[in-house]
């Protein structure tokens, strides 16, 4: 859209070199590195063709049917066959697809539920629960009265009683359930019983488990919970963006929350990658990635263990491992960029109860996503387990570093990286 150039064909490596260059970059150190954040996945090239379409272009306020813009018979078509393959994957009465991304789509969960002041609860985010959850530092744990639950002090699983009790003395007008750092099962059912006795909206943020949902790997809250909230780019695989699940009845309160609630025109482009992603969710294929994804974390974890790490409840049901350095003598934050020279690339991540602050903490968090993505399996779990063993016991040695970074770079090659054309 030069003078030279008024079509706007010029591919972006001549258009802007600079960020081709960064781009080029970021798919090499996708394609080279083991992947352990837990929120990260790959996504394919269909969805990564659909994100990047004329979508984009498109102005389209409304829901099918009833939009302000005209010209909307494709994007149209499109928002109806995302919601339609997600109510499909998910088995539920009602979806929205609009939400830029999960905190967005909570927020819609907030407006159409509760009034500022009221009184809410969620999981601590030192526990494993989510900013948008109530804590203190979010807008929702200051817009809204916040009761935090937690985790048992012995176990570290969540404390039901604590809930129950809490419940009972605050009244809450919605509770959360749903993690981003807490390696078991979440128990829908015993949440329902509390929300039901004090008559609280039961939300499930399945933001990290959607992918293990829809795969069958991790029980549903569809139909227990009242309201479901997920982004699509974790172990959904997706675009980056989030939906709504939820009953009929709640239909057109979710709906207007999201739109003309919070947001404006629906990122349509995304949208279309949405449905892409809930087609390749009903793949049979799909399901045998998820049950890799916690075969190879139940690995990781066993592997770990044997060499001396400290697993956070003794180990995981799902995508994650939390696990406490300490008996390493290595805070989380060094360990995760000596990883990171290593070409492991974690995040550090409080444990419970953590002695440590929070951009200092003791552990890590490793999830096994983007791993089983690119196939890997218990085999390769063994040796990414030596390589953090020996990581953690020579942080500093940059040889070692050097050397462990290209041995995974190996490894890395024999799987390639699904959606990167290098
Ligand atoms: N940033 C996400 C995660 O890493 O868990 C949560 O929003």
Not at 151 to 172: N, S
Not at 269 to 295: D, H, L
Not at 302 to 307: N, R, S, T
Request: aromatic letters at 6%; proline letters at 7%; one cysteine or more.
């Amino acid at each position: 859209m030069t003078k030279r150039d008024p079509q706007g064909l010029t591919p972006l490596a001549d258009v802007d070199p600079e960020v081709f260059a960064l781009i080029r970059r970021e798919e090499k150190a996708e394609s080279e590195t083991v992947r352990l954040i837990a929120s990260e996945n790959y996504a394919s090239r269909a969805v990564l063709e659909a994100t990047a379409s004329v979508l984009t272009n498109k102005y389209s306020e409304g829901y099918p049917g009833k939009r302000y813009y005209e010209g909307q018979k494709q994007i149209d078509e499109i928002e109806e066959l995302a919601r339609a393959r997600m109510k499909t994957v998910f088995g539920a009465e009602h979806v929205n697809v609009q939400p830029y991304s999960g905190s967005p789509a909570n927020l819609a969960v907030y407006l159409a539920f509760v009034k500022p002041g009221e009184t809410i609860m969620g999981l601590g985010l030192p526990a494993g629960g989510h900013l948008t959850h109530g804590w203190n530092v979010s807008i929702t744990g200051k817009f809204f009265n916040s009761v935090p639950y937690g985790v048992r002090q012995d176990d570290h699983r969540i404390d039901m009683d604590q809930v129950r009790d809490l419940a009972r003395q605050h009244r809450p007008k919605l509770i959360w359930c749903g993690t981003t750092a807490y390696p078991r099962t979440i128990d829908f059912a015993a949440f329902r019983t509390i929300a039901d006795e004090v008559g609280a909206i039961l939300a499930a943020d399945i933001a990290h488990i959607a992918g293990l949902v829809a795969g069958g790997v991790h029980p549903s809250p569809i139909g227990i919970a009242d309201v479901v909230t997920m982004t699509t780019h974790k172990t959904f695989r997706g675009p980056r963006g989030a939906a709504i699940l939820c009953k009929s009845q709640h239909a057109s309160a979710i709906d207007r929350a999201v739109f003309p609630g919070l947001q404006g025109g629906p990122h349509n482009a995304t949208t279309a990658a949405i449905a892409v992603a809930a087609g390749e969710a009903q793949q049979p294929s799909f399901k045998e990635y998820a049950a890799r994804i916690v075969e190879n974390a139940r690995a990781l974890g066993a592997a770990l263990e044997a060499k001396g790490f400290r697993l956070i409840t003794g180990g995981t049901d799902n995508h994650l491992l939390l696990v406490d350095m300490t008996p390493k003598g290595i805070g989380g934050k060094p360990y995760a960029r000596a990883l990171d020279r290593a070409g492991i690339v974690a995040n550090y991540n409080a444990i419970p109860f953590d002695p440590r602050k929070p951009m200092d903490p003791s552990g890590v968090r490793l999830g096994t996503p983007a791993i089983a993505s690119r196939g890997m399996g218990p085999a390769e779990m063994e040796r990414i387990a030596a390589w953090m063993a020996e990581v953690a016991e020579n942080p500093q040695d940059e040889a070692r570093l050097d050397r462990i970074a290209g041995e995974v770079k190996e490894l890395c090659q024999a799987f390639p990286a699904p959606g990167i054309i290098l």
